[in-house]
């Protein structure tokens, strides 16, 4: 390949070596974390579990694949029963129609328009009326994920153990319509969690920040062999010896991968660098492949910059051209909580990212990496870093602690036995008046 | 020499609840630190020294890195950075010096203190668990033993937050071994570790350092 690269995945098992590392083959146990975190804060959990040891917990969200919440409940609940609490992890069920309604709750309560009649409200209700009469809600603490399940709140009277809604979207900007044919629903629950306070809404119920997490053990960010790194590079044709900048993210505008080649074409001008832009998103999205099309214009022919647009099984060689990095970039034009992020930071790169959505708070601004605001303020504080080697080392590691203090698993874990102790706390101090 | 009550280690773990008032210029910061609940105060100073334990230069509190980062006022900032949470036993006193700084800036900067912010300050506040750990010391080596294998949500429960516990300008470890061990001049340089210029873990090390140098290791 000689100017602007494009691989898949069949292209990348076509060529010789390019076999990635066994993938996990058993689940991690909370022993497995002590090489992470020390022997102490592990103790400090299953003390934390100690007085909750046999309560119940009931998880139920709409799917027990793909997706954030989906993965994260799939590390969390074998731990929490590592703890010895009684899980359970439900998935409701519907038809087409009731995924389609669904997933444009999801979109609208982002906040663009909803299109669908009055009657896709009825039509949700029928179908959670259908996963009320199939599941058995009898524990004591019951945790909805999302707006799919959220209308299975029973009424207070009426049910056992504490509810509450852990909604991972951003709330910020609903569609209205939307948000007031849900909010009775979320106020009957005994709290509400979010993943960052400007994500919230205002409710009549407590409402508790739980951030969003990585593990550290995962085929994304666990230590990798330098060799496996330099297999990576080789096979992308990146050359080690010069500066990586690097985006991870899908072909969508709101990331703004045509933005950062235009950074990166400002900071060539004084660094002979390369550039990144690995994602997905294009092999099964019009908008991505659109997208993916607008990027290689905007590249032209920089045999510098490297496009990648990689199957989701990538996990190993993100992690890898992570690793390989010199600086990270995350110039998303919106964002979620944009986890990325945390994951350069756990490897210790100094990331350059836009003050949107959850990024601020991950970046403490010149403490744990930098923010920008702009296409040429990205390129500056990247001109920055790679002009001040010590301060990048020192942004990363301090970034690397940012995220081992508040966005590890185990942290995620942590905070759930906290809530539930603060419920049994307060059950206790009602029952004795 | 044996303790006639040991050190039991406990640690606290924070359920986070999010505010609902948020600061988008200095004077709604002034209106919030008025009106926050002590929960709030103790989770935007106390709690985000332990939070941000790792860093150790130019990070105090969350209103002092606010005012600095998202109102451009790197002078207030530093005011409030240097309010040294070592000085208070109450939140109550706390909160007054905070205000104390913050309305002294909106009187003689109105205009400055009605500027809007880049990004707005959520008041969060915390609800606080604690649990006792498998730790116990009855003796300066089991202390120690303790200490090395010590969380550091624990470290910070015993050794920043335990002002407040104990209405005394002191931690609870420097407390103990004066009470128990007799160990003064052993508590008085505990007590001196810097925590602002150190992390949890640099204030570990020292805490072992001159433990391991009174056991004469």
């Known amino acids: 390949m000689t100017s602007t690269q494009t691989q898949t995945q069949a292209e990348m ?3 010789p070596g390019a076999a990635p590392p066994k993938a996990e083959v058993r689940r991690n146990t909370l022993e497995d974390y002590v090489q992470v975190l020390g022997s102490g804060e592990i103790a400090e959990l299953r003390a934390l579990a100690e007085r909750l040891k046999g309560a119940s917990v009931q998880m139920v969200n709409s799917t027990s694949v793909g997706g954030g919440v989906a993965e994260m409940l799939n590390r969390v609940v074998p731990l929490m029963c590592e703890l010895e609490l009684a899980v359970k992890w439900e998935v409701i069920t519907g038809g087409d129609d009731f995924f389609a ?6 979109n609208s309560l982002h906040g663009e328009a909803y299109n669908l009649p009055d009657e896709s409200f009825s039509t949700f209700l029928v179908y959670t009326e259908q996963n009320r009469g199939r599941l058995t809600f009898d524990s004591d603490f019951t945790v909805i994920h999302d707006p799919q399940p959220a209308a299975l709140v029973e009424p207070k009277p009426n049910r056992k153990g504490h509810w509450v809604w852990r909604c991972h979207i951003d709330l910020s900007h609903p569609n209205q319509r939307v948000w007031d044919f849900l909010a009775p629903y979320v106020s009957l629950y005994d709290a509400a969690i979010f993943s960052s306070p400007v994500f919230a809404r205002k409710l009549p119920i407590p409402q508790y920040l739980f951030y ?9 960010n666990r230590e990798l062999d330098p060799g496996y790194v330099a297999e990576v590079l080789d ?3 990146i050359d080690f010896r010069r500066p990586i900048l690097t985006q991870i993210s899908r072909f969508d505008r709101l990331k703004d991968p045509v933005g950062v080649v235009r950074a990166y074409q400002i900071v060539k001008r004084y660094f002979d660098c390369q550039l990144v832009l690995a994602g997905g998103g294009a092999a099964d999205d019009p908008e991505g492949r659109e997208v993916l099309a607008e990027v290689r214009e905007a590249a032209g022919k920089d045999p510098d910059i490297f ?8 996990a190993l060689e993100i992690n890898a051209l992570q690793r390989a990095s010199t600086v990270i970039i995350q110039k998303s034009l919106r964002e979620g909580f944009g986890l990325t992020v945390s994951e350069g930071l756990w490897k210790k790169k100094p990331v350059v990212a836009s003050a949107v959505g959850g990024i601020p708070t991950q970046i403490i601004h010149k403490h744990t ?3 920008a605001y702009s296409i040429e303020g990205t390129a500056y504080q990247i001109r920055f870093l790679l002009s001040n080697p010590a301060i990048a080392q020192k942004l990363g590691e301090q970034g690397r602690e940012h995220v081992r203090e508040n966005f590890l698993i185990i942290s995620n874990v942590r905070r759930y036995l906290t809530m539930f102790l603060h419920f049994m706390k307060r059950s206790r101090a009602v029952a004795h008046g | 020499m044996r303790a006639s009550e040991p ?3 406990e640690t606290a773990s924070y359920l986070i609840q999010i505010g609902n008032y948020e600061a988008t210029c200095l004077s709604d910061l002034q209106k919030g630190v008025q009106q926050c609940s002590d929960g709030s105060i103790f989770y935007h100073t106390f709690q985000s020294l332990g939070r941000y334990h790792f860093l150790t230069e130019g990070f105090s509190n969350e209103f002092a890195q606010w005012v600095l980062a998202s109102c451009n006022r790197p002078m207030l900032a530093e005011q409030l950075a ?8 109450s939140l109550a006193d706390l909160r007054n010096e905070l205000l104390r700084v913050l309305s002294g800036y909106s009187v003689a900067n109105p205009r400055e203190a009605v500027q809007g912010a880049f990004e707005p300050f959520f008041f969060c506040e915390t609800l606080e668990e604690e649990v006792p750990l498998q730790l116990k010391a009855w003796t300066l080596e089991e202390f120690r033993d303790c200490i090395e294998q010590l969380p550091h949500a624990s470290l910070q429960f015993h050794f920043i937050t335990s002002r407040l516990r104990l209405h005394l300008r002191t931690n609870d470890f420097s407390f103990w071994l004066v009470k128990e061990l007799g160990q003064k001049n052993l508590a008085r340089q505990i007590d001196q570790i810097d925590i602002y210029t150190n992390t949890l873990d640099s204030a570990r090390e020292r805490i072992l350092q001159l433990v391991k140098g009174e056991l004469g290791q």
Do not use: C, M, N
């Open chain 1, 13 to 15: 098992q076509g060529q």
């Open chain 1, 101 to 106: 309604i669904t997933k444009a709750f999801h």
């Open chain 1, 212 to 220: 969003p997490s990585i593990d550290p053990l995962s085929e994304k």
């Open chain 1, 235 to 237: 096979r992308f044709q």
């Open chain 1, 307 to 314: 496009i990648l647009d990689l199957p989701p099984w990538s």
């Open chain 1, 369 to 371: 990496g930098l923010l």
């Open chain 2, 7 to 9: 050190f039991q280690f």
């Open chain 2, 82 to 89: 240097s309010v040294d949470i070592r000085d208070y036993v």
